[in-house]
């Protein structure tokens, strides 16, 4: 059976291109002991997808000549494992690919909900790195300020309505008056301002007249550095990502530390969403009130087709989606 891939041609010194990626026809992999046939349904789109082709993170490296690497919701279509059979909704480490093959005991077996693209937005990766980041991190009270940047985005917009359900008032920081009225209007955030107007720092001062208790970085760089000057004494700085330095051939950091980490006392922490999956059930139980009573809105940015993949991870570095970005590579069985 022949079927499409996308492979890395060669890897990006700075700006990613769709020259770097390139599509093949190649025969679908055969299926050993232990191990299933899968049928990608929906491919993650994340900002760690080109920090991966940077060099090793908290996974291994992706390099010129690999299948693209993703998170996957699959189908199982062949399986040679008595963990799974044909039919069974799985989530894993995946390909950009129509089909993959994968050890059984990698995958882990999903509910069968009625939009899968909820397990990978709300209920998935997004939805806990904010969930786990916010709480288990940034440890907020009600009344507190949270701010936080690439707003508009996947993590960013879980963090700030997570935000509002617990009391706090939220400020969002995104790219253009259009994005920042969305996440004022559509998400519920108290405000919003564009780090790409000039003048970002005296916009947050005045969005937040109480300073900043806590900021949830997405994004590194300079609106890290502006963020911190507004930081109260005790205040956490959440370090999720760093997006602003992924698609970049010259890494810049904030000039401000650790000087005003000293001086105002802060906790800046790191964390990958891995490391609280002992709390994924609280995660979900929360997230699932939160939507249930309207608190929480999913937004999900699907595009459509395996061969637009190159296009969805470069759109999503220049800021061209609102939500969780993926792409549907075949439908939701049963549809
Ligand atoms: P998003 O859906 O948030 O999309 C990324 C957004 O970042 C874009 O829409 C864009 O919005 C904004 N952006 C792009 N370039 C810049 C820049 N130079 N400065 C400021 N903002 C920029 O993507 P993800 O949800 O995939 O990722 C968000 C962050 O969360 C990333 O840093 C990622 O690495 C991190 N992450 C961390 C995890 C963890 O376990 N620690 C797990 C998952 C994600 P705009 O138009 O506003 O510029």
């Known amino acids: 059976m022949k079927m499409q891939q996308i492979v890395v041609r060669s890897l990006p010194e700075a700006e990613l291109r769709p020259d770097h990626f390139e599509a093949q026809e190649v025969e679908a992999p055969s299926t050993g002991d232990g191990e299933v046939l899968l049928r990608t349904i929906l491919m993650s789109i994340d900002a760690a997808n080109r920090s991966w082709m940077q060099g090793a993170t908290y996974r291994e490296a992706v390099k010129a000549g690999d299948v693209m690497a993703t998170y996957a919701i699959s189908e199982v279509v062949e399986s040679k494992s008595p ?31 009625p939009e899968l ?54 400020v969002g920081i995104a790219g253009g008056p259009e994005k920042c009225k969305w996440v004022v209007d559509e998400l519920g955030f108290d405000a919003c301002v564009d780090y790409r107007e000039a003048g970002l720092g005296k916009a947050i001062r005045a969005a937040c007249p109480d300073g900043v208790d806590i900021y949830f970085d997405n994004v590194g760089g300079a609106v890290l550095e502006t963020a911190l000057f507004a930081m109260n004494e005790r205040g956490r700085v959440v370090c999720c990502g ?61 595009v459509e087709g395996l061969e637009n993949a190159p296009h969805a991870l470069i759109g999503l570095l220049a800021g061209d989606n609102k939500g969780k970005r993926m792409v549907r590579v075949a439908a939701d069985p049963g549809k």
């Open 83 to 113: 963990r799974l059979s044909p039919g069974d909704i799985v989530g894993g480490e995946g390909v950009w690919a129509e089909y993959d093959v994968r050890a059984a005991h990698k995958l882990q077996k999903l509910p069968a909900v």
């Open 117 to 170: 693209s909820n397990l990978i937005s709300v209920y998935g990766i997004a939805g806990k790195t904010a969930f786990h980041g916010l709480v288990g991190v940034g440890q907020p009270m009600a009344g507190e300020t949270i701010l936080v940047s690439a707003a508009a985005g996947s993590v960013g917009g879980y963090v700030g309505q997570i935000g509002k359900a617990l009391g706090c008032r939220v």
């Open 242 to 302: 760093a997006i602003s330095q992924y698609d970049s051939g010259a890494p810049s950091g904030p000039r401000n530390l650790p000087g005003l980490v000293v001086v105002k006392r802060l906790r800046m922490e790191g964390f990958i969403v891995m490391d609280f999956a002992r709390d994924d059930a609280k995660a979900t139980r929360a997230l699932q009130h939160w939507v249930q009573s309207g608190q929480i809105k999913v937004f999900e940015d699907i």
